[in-house]
């Protein structure tokens, strides 16, 4: 099979298309034939040896990519969630990667069966950002029907599926996005679009019950402001500040709260999510996709964050 691997740590130079041998399902695992793929910033991240959880991973010989959808082609010992012929898609659990290939062993736990209508591109675009944002809001924000939501970032990979995932849930949601950008925030169900080159959204004089801070750019600090008493400011990125601050307000529960998404794996979470889609609320937007051989291609448009919706490589021949 093809497979995408990182030979070191660096620039797209240390991409390398190889051949591989087909991997075999253990117990409780499924043998995926991948359609698609999406990128995500972690993945260049590696590539580079910029990953905060570097340290965890080989050096060398890592096939990248976590979220994959495809068709299940064998089944390992104990499943009995899905069979064979069956489109599933998933995230990779912790140091588990291989999405960038064309088979890849996925542990039944973390997959979810595609929803009717749904794309393989579609799918495995909304994994990983969709099951952030779901964390984020639902098990991090506790968000309830009727609360007023602000997403920033509201365009890109999570904040496109944090938008509609708090729609969905019954929340009121204002955007940050750039002005160009305002029109599909509106389409994706925000009642209100702050340009965020044109007004900061500290200055508004709003407040919102949680505020979903999707690239982790504006920081608890400086967000507390536009906070409602007992508000919820959720990041999606680990800094030092975030993370003190996390730990600091559980400790004062009536005060204004910072808390950090750390995305994990799991498919009944997914599944949760494909019952948004089944109803209309959800739908991944695929910003543009690549065939395998231009992963290269696909990593510089991840890093210039100016994409909206997800970037997706296309697998199956």
């Known amino acids: 099979m093809r497979a995408i691997v990182a030979t070191g740590r660096g620039g797209n130079e240390v991409l390398e298309l190889q051949r591989r041998a087909v991997p075999s399902p253990g117990p409780g695992e499924l043998l995926v034939r991948v359609a698609a793929a999406a990128v995500n910033p972690r993945d260049w991240m590696i590539r580079s040896g910029r990953y905060p959880l570097q340290f965890l991973l080989p050096k060398s010989g890592l096939v990248l990519g976590s979220d994959l959808a495809g068709e299940v082609v064998a089944l390992g010992g104990g499943c009995t969630r899905f069979n064979v012929g069956d489109r599933v898609h998933a995230m990779q659990p912790g140091r588990r990667f291989g999405a960038f290939a064309d088979y890849a062993v996925v542990p039944e736990g973390v997959a979810a069966a595609i929803p009717e209508g749904l794309s393989d591109a579609e799918a495995a675009a909304m994994t990983l950002v969709g099951l952030t944002a779901w964390q984020g809001l639902v098990e991090q924000a506790k968000l309830e029907r009727g609360q007023e939501v602000l997403v920033i970032g509201a365009s890109g990979g999570v904040g496109h599926m944090a938008v509609q995932v708090a729609v969905g849930l019954g929340a009121r949601v204002t955007g940050v996005s750039s002005a160009d950008s305002a029109g599909l925030v509106r389409e994706l169900g925000a009642a209100e679009v702050i340009d965020r080159k044109a007004e900061r959204f500290q200055d508004t004089g709003r407040r919102w019950d949680v505020i979903f801070d999707a690239f982790g750019a504006a920081g608890f600090g ?31 529960p009536r005060a204004r709260q910072c808390r950090l998404v750390a995305v994990r794996s799991d498919g009944e979470d997914l599944a949760a999510l494909d019952d948004l889609v089944a109803r209309g609320s959800v739908r991944p937007r695929v910003a543009r996709t690549f065939p395998l051989e231009e992963v290269a291609a696909a990593f510089d448009a991840s890093r210039s964050f100016s994409t909206r919706g997800k970037l997706v490589l296309e697998i199956a021949r």
Not at 232 to 250: E, G, H
């Open 222 to 252: 400086a967000s507390r402001v536009a906070l409602a008493d007992g508000g919820v400011y959720v990041s999606t990125w680990p800094t030092p500040k975030v993370i003190a601050a996390s730990l600091a307000t559980r400790l004062a």
